[in-house]
C-alpha cells in the first residue's frame, strides 16, 4: 500500500520558521492529493493546506494562509510545509495524508477523503 513519511518536526520560538516534508511512495506524486493536518492536545484533528496531485491546485486554512506554504518536488516524490512566523498556537502533531486522486487540478481537506497517513511529526512554537 502507499505510505508517507514525514520529517521537519522541532522546536521553534515564536517568529520563527520550519519545513515540514513528506515523502510518498511507491508511486509518483501525480496519483496522490496531498494534504496537511494538525491535532493540538484536546483539539480536534484540522485540515491545514492541500495541494493537487498535478501541483497546480492548493488550498489553505484560513488561520494560516499567508503564513504557511505548500509546494512540491517531484523528482523526490515529496510535498513541504513552508511554516513561517510561527506562533504558540500552531503547537500540534502535524500529520500528511494522501488520497489515489481522481481529480488532477483540485484537492480538499476533507478528512475522509484521504485513505494514507503517516505517523506525524510534532510541532512545539514556544519561548
Known amino acids: 500500500q502507499s505510505q508517507l513519511v514525514e520529517s521537519g518536526g522541532g522546536l521553534v520560538q515564536p517568529g520563527g520558521s520550519l519545513r515540514l516534508s513528506c515523502t510518498v511512495s511507491?508511486?509518483?506524486?501525480?496519483?496522490?492529493?496531498i494534504g496537511w493536518f494538525r491535532q493540538a492536545p484536546g483539539r480536534e484533528r484540522e485540515g491545514i493546506s492541500c495541494?493537487?496531485?498535478?501541483?497546480?491546485?492548493?488550498n489553505y486554512a484560513g488561520s494560516v494562509k499567508g503564513r504557511f506554504t505548500i509546494s512540491s518536488d517531484n523528482a523526490q516524490k515529496t510535498v513541504y510545509l513552508q511554516m513561517n512566523n510561527l506562533k504558540p498556537e500552531d503547537t500540534a502533531v502535524y500529520y500528511c495524508?494522501?488520497?489515489?486522486?481522481?481529480?488532477?487540478?483540485?484537492?480538499?481537506?476533507?478528512?475522509?477523503?484521504?485513505?494514507?497517513w503517516g505517523q506525524g511529526t510534532q510541532v512545539t512554537v514556544s519561548s
Open positions: 495524508a494522501a488520497e489515489l486522486a481522481t481529480v488532477a487540478h483540485s484537492c480538499d481537506l476533507i478528512e475522509g477523503h484521504f485513505d494514507y
Open positions: 511507491p508511486y509518483t506524486l501525480d496519483y496522490y492529493s
Open positions: 495541494i493537487s496531485a498535478s501541483g497546480t491546485g492548493t
